[in-house]
Nanobody, 116 residues
């Protein structure tokens, strides 16, 4: 069964760091673009960063060099390293795997809370 499982969320103070992980079942990792989205209370879900199966990355403007997405095909895992966190980064972070007509999958989300 295809699934994505996120972990690594938590509560930190502003300026702190967190590393989110998303473990994917084998059937939905190879060849898929992996991405992190986030959704803050009362706001729409928005793209944070994505990485193609070839390793090409794309970041939202608000990332400003603070966040880094990476993936390891051997481990079927994608990470989001988040540094210099701000209260505005508080949100539920979701992992997504997409590959055109072949599939589009979401994880259950992991909460990130940044206090000032």
């Amino acid at each position: 069964q295809a699934q994505l499982v996120e972990s690594g969320g938590g509560s930190v103070q502003a300026g702190g760091s967190l590393r989110l992980s998303c473990a994917a079942s084998r059937t939905i990792f190879s060849g898929y673009t992996m991405a992190w989205y986030r959704q803050a209370p009362g706001k729409e879900r928005e793209l944070v960063a994505e990485i193609s199966s070839f390793g090409r990355t794309n970041y939202a403007d608000f990332v400003l060099g603070r966040l880094t997405i990476s993936r390891d095909t051997a481990k079927n895992t994608v990470w989001l390293q988040m540094n210099s966190l701000k209260p505005d980064d508080t949100a539920v972070y979701y992992c997504r795997a997409s590959r055109g007509i072949y599939g589009n999958y979401w994880g259950q989300g992991t909460q990130v809370t940044v206090s000032s």
